[in-house]
Every structure is written in C-alpha cells, then in structure tokens.
Antibody, heavy 122, light 108 residues
Framework: QVQLVQSGAEVKKPGSSVKVSCKASGGTFSSYAISWVRQAPGQGLEWMGGIIPIFGTANYAQKFQGRVTITTDESTSTAYMELSSLRSEDTAVYYC???????????????WGQGTLVTVSS | DIQMTQSPSSLSASVGDRVTITCRASQSISSYLNWYQQKPGKAPKLLIYAASSLQSGVPSRFSGSGSGTDFTLTISSLQPEDFATYYCQQSYSTPGITFGPGTKVDIK
C-alpha cells in the first residue's frame, strides 16, 4: 500500500518561494511517477508537473514553466515541488500524487498526499 | 493543451436517483479518460480509469463509458456518501494532463 505524506501548511510573502515535500512509503519509489496538482480555494484541479525518479527528468505544465521545479531524493523516497515568484493567485492546496501506468499505457493518479495549503499574503 | 469540459457544472439529486455526468474533450483522446471524486477538504479519489474500468474498491454503482471526445460517468443509485464533486481528467497528452472543471452533486 502506497502512502504519500506531505509537509505542513506554509504562509509566504509575495515574490518569495515555497518548497513542499512528499514522502512516499510502500512500493518502489524510484520506478513510479510523482506529479503535483494544485487546487485554488473553491476551484478545480490543475496539473503542475511530474517526475519519474529513476529517470530524474521532470516535465512541467506550460503555465508553470520557469517557476516550478520538481525534484526527488531517492535516499529518503521524497519528492519536492518548489514554486518561485509567488503571487496571491498561487494560494492553493498543493497535492502530490502517484501517476500510475497500466500495462496498456493508460495513466491515472491512484494515490494522493493529504495536501499542503500554501497561503501567499503580504 | 487538450481542453476538458463537463456538464452540468452542478446538479441536485436525491438518494436513489440515477445520475449522469458528461465530459467532453477538445480533441479525440481515445479512452485515456479518468474520473475522480472529491469531498470537501479531502484529496481526490480515483473512481474510473481508461474510460470504463472500475478502480479496485469502488462500488459497482459507479460506471463510465465513452471514447473519442465524449464520456459519461453514471451513478446508478445515488447514496448519501456520493454527494461530492466529480472531475474528469485526460491522460492522452502526457505531459499536458488536464482536468475538467468539475461537477458538484448535492442533495435535493
């Protein structure tokens, strides 16, 4: 059983950066993809990007290119999402999720972290 | 990016009702379509993957159908625990994953 546990809530000033962690247990961390999805208050789900630890290369949604960095530390089975140049519109709950690939190359998010609230306010 | 739309954006229904939610993609995505349920303050939960495959542990009253650009999620007999928001998500374009805007199901 895979479990993803995220770091706690953050309050940040506009223009600063935030780094959220996602520690995995169960399964083989290095072989599965981790994605980050955010949800602004009262809004829908928005994919930000993802990474497969064994490959080490992250892919990002165009909207966040240049502002988001997703990394992993295989020694601790932890994924990180760092978002820079924060603005008030970045206030949201940030989720990590495992992006699972089936034998027929279908992908879906099957395990999710509990979410981390990031509040950007002066 | 592939755009996803859902209809309706919200609906009111009673326990025992049959509920159908529609999701449409801006281009053909074959069967690369998943459905999630989200309750307030909780992470989304996978219900259906590959358009029609029921995720393990999900009640059989949930079903999905469709291919190409048009998809549906059906709840055959709505239960009290089903009041939630439902999202579709395409995985045809990866990277470039997109979600629908959601359909909120509440109590009539």
């Amino acid at each position: 059983q895979v479990q993803l546990v995220q770091s706690g809530a953050e309050v940040k000033k506009p223009g600063s950066s935030v780094k959220v962690s996602c520690k995995a247990s169960g399964g083989t961390f290095s072989s599965y993809a981790i994605s980050w999805v955010r949800q602004a208050p009262g809004q829908g789900l928005e994919w930000m990007g993802g990474i497969i630890p064994i490959f080490g290369t992250a892919n990002y949604a165009q909207k966040f290119q240049g502002r988001v960095t997703i990394t992993t530390d295989e020694s601790t089975s932890t994924a990180y999402m760092e978002l820079s140049s924060l603005r008030s519109e970045d206030t949201a709950v940030y989720y990590c999720a495992r992006f699972f690939r089936t034998s027929t190359s279908h992908y879906y998010f099957d395990y999710w972290g509990q979410g981390t609230l990031v509040t950007v306010s002066s | 990016d592939i755009q996803m739309t859902q209809s309706p954006s919200s609906l009111s229904a009673s326990v025992g009702d049959r509920v159908t939610i529609t999701c449409r993609a801006s281009q053909s995505i074959s069967s690369y379509l998943n459905w999630y349920q989200q309750k307030p303050g909780k992470a989304p939960k996978l219900l259906i993957y590959a358009a029609s495959s029921l995720q393990s542990g999900v009640p059989s009253r949930f079903s999905g159908s469709g291919s190409g650009t048009d998809f549906t999620l059906t709840i055959s007999s709505l239960q009290p625990e089903d009041f939630a928001t439902y999202y579709c998500q395409q995985s045809y374009s990866t990277p470039g994953i997109t979600f629908g805007p959601g359909t909120k199901v509440d109590i009539k």
